[in-house]
């Protein structure tokens, strides 16, 4: 029998109505013949104010503790999705991770899937059972603790379910309708896509496009699992959604895919780092252990045995790169004048798989923000993207130019 | 190292705030040089919406699916009350029914305790930990599928595990600081109890003092377990609150220990019921097939071949009680004229295990009863119990008037 996954983000399931709904969108799956895993979320809100206890009532909270009372929201779930099936006279089943078991690493709070048997499931479809209905976003560990699997880990675990499974089809019902070819509150020009590569999401994912965890996509990558992204609230057709897939089953496409964007981005320069070889470790060494997630980095031409070095990172995380440097530079391991943070900056990348074919991406995308007076502070660039550091107050003329200059509006 | 039982009810951990103040009741055994096994109930009102939860989905939910959803709350409080405790350096961990596990029987929804392995909990006192925090109410069946004890099974719970553990106390922290001679809010000369025999809560549990969950005695009884029931609000002291233990421990006691009442019974009397021999089973095999508690029951002296039999249930099963006697008349299982149901009286009943040496129990009962003018419509009684059925208007003053009769506002 085919197997499909189904997955309900916290929208989709935030009160009974929407389970109902939900429920009424798995039936007509369960009408065509398929064999359905649901993968559902706690109710919108439901983990936010379990996580606000914890934070509450611990600051330096220990991360088992914090899994064991944050993975609640989806059992509810799971329980109350299995009995609105039963109503609608289809045999469902509750599993909490730990009884299918979601074997995962004991890296509480952000645990990554090992393997899921499929035994145990496998035998309550042979009795009959239609409907799988698992909590997502949790797993059980080596020493049998609860784990979760980090934010928008429900993603990743209806992945992994579809390649333990060979099903046929991942579908992440969420509140939007697809992906987009850029942000529609953004450009209203924004077309949905009607595919789109997994290097291509991942790039987006991983961008801020914040519709799929980056993880889930890699494992559909890895694992060649044919996701769609699709509105819980639209019509059921199709041709509904994003379908998220190899390179190899979209014919044509446009040069580039989207134009993706980051707003809280601070741009950090070292400025006159005497430079030595070995001085980028040095320098992002202590940054990495210390949390600070680097993005971008240049080095600037080195004149008499000195250089400056720029890098972005969140802005949130301004304070910890400031603190890391500083001690670097008191123990005198590495060794700059002064340390300039711009926290008013944003980034905007195009991504695209065909730019890998294409010359010339970057031309275009450079004269057309030159062409509005956008300065570009820093450029990074990718087989399939290319990013730059821009001031914040011109990311969304950006967007909105970039996605005009690719002329996105149009399918290829 | 000795070991200590500490059970918190819903009340008692309501909020953050009230968790904080049991975790400190808590520390206090910690430096007494206790092992604590700490058993906690789901926050005050989140069990009652999970239940509304699963009520509005399905009008008849599959129980599995209740209990993994009503489970959930208790998971919560466990967590949260293991990182309350590692806040104030103590070293805890919680624990859900399944990674006990507390093995239990698949009565979903009402399931009983087989058999608590106490070898998971001890390799974690063995490992340091000072503070097992398992929530309550739950475990597991041989099925792997979570079950549920009841309601008010947290506290079944607790003295399964102080049983298990050879604690040496069982204390269950409450919103009342103890079992009172009668209901406070009915007579103001209720009088707390230091010590009640197992046998006597037993009987003042299922007739309506709602401080103990039935089965919690019963299990306490078997195993000797001492309870000590208290207000988690109280200060913390070595005769605070009621110990429920054996009768040896117990050298002197009133001949009556309280009076009990229950609101909320119906007597239903069968007229001219045609009397043979199995005219009993006839009659209430069916009630207790459709689920009807029949509590008290009484047959008239037999007249030409026909009798009258009254017996009394919760005035919420008298609908269903009528249902299964009219079928049963329908089939021809029994005969009887009419079936007439009083749904405006009350139980009251006195306790105590001075009872078995002491005549004349029933005489002053009676007597004090006569006295006010409330006429008894039926009579039970066992050992240690007697109890009367009368009109409900008069309830209270019957308490008040048989607590008054034997003098139970003064210690024996």
């Known amino acids: 029998m085919p197997c499909l996954v189904m997955k309900f983000g916290g929208t989709s399931v935030a009160n009974l109505d929407r389970i109902r709904q939900a429920a009424e969108r798995i039936k007509l799956e369960v009408i065509q013949g398929y064999q359905i895993i649901v993968i559902v979320s706690a109710m919108s809100g439901k983990t936010n104010e379990l996580v606000e206890w914890v934070n509450e009532t611990s600051n330096l909270y220990d991360t088992q503790e914090y899994d064991a009372v944050v993975s609640s929201g989806e059992n509810i779930t799971a329980g109350i999705m299995a009995l609105t099936l039963q109503e609608m006279d289809i045999s469902a089943q509750s599993w909490q991770g730990w009884q299918v078991p979601v074997q995962t690493t004991d890296m509480h709070s952000n645990a990554r899937i090992e393997e899921i048997p499929t035994k145990n499931l496998e035998a309550s479809f042979a009795n009959g059972v239609q409907v799988a209905v698992v909590a997502g976003f949790q797993g059980v560990s080596p020493r049998g603790r609860i784990t979760t699997l980090g934010r928008g880990g429900s993603d990743t675990t ?6 333990a499974f060979k099903a046929e089809r991942c579908d992440i019902f969420t509140d939007v309708d697809g992906i987009y070819t850029t942000d529609p509150r953004i450009s209203t020009d924004a077309r949905k896509l009607e595919k789109i590569a997994f290097e291509e999401m991942l790039e987006l994912a991983s961008l801020g496009a ?5 993880r889930s996509v890699e494992l559909a990558m890895r694992y060649n699992v044919r996701l769609r992204v699709l509105s819980s609230f639209e019509k059921p057709s ?11 089953e979209i014919m044509e496409s446009n040069v580039v895919a989207g134009v993706a964007y980051s707003r809280d981005e601070a741009k950090m320069t070292l400025i006159s780092v005497a430079d030595r070889p070995g001085i980028a470790a040095a320098i992002f060494g202590p940054l990495s252990k210390s949390g600070v997630n680097v993005d971008m980095i240049v080095q600037n031409i080195s004149e008499d045995g000195r250089t400056d070095m720029t890098f972005s ?12 440097l500083q001690t670097a530079k008191d123990t005198g ?13 944003a980034k905007v990348s195009v991504v695209g798989i065909g730019m890998r074919s294409h010359a010339g991406v970057a031309a275009t995308m450079f004269e057309a923000l030159h062409g509005e007076g956008i300065n570009i502070k820093v450029i990074t660039t990718s087989e399939i993207k290319i990013s730059v550091l821009i001031e914040r107050k011109y990311m969304e003329l950006a967007v909105q130019t970039l996605h005009d200059a690719f002329e996105l509006e149009k399918v290829a």
């Open 313 to 324: 990172c969140p802005t949130d995380q301004v304070l910890r790169a400031e603190k890391s």
């Open 158 to 163: 209806a992945v992994a379910f579809a390649a």
């Open 238 to 248: 199709d041709s509904a959604g994003t379908l998220v897939c190899a390179e190899e």
């Open 210 to 214: 914040k519709v799929l965890q980056t």
């Open 333 to 345: 391991t590495i060794n700059y004048h002064n340390l300039v943070a711009d926290e008013s900056v």
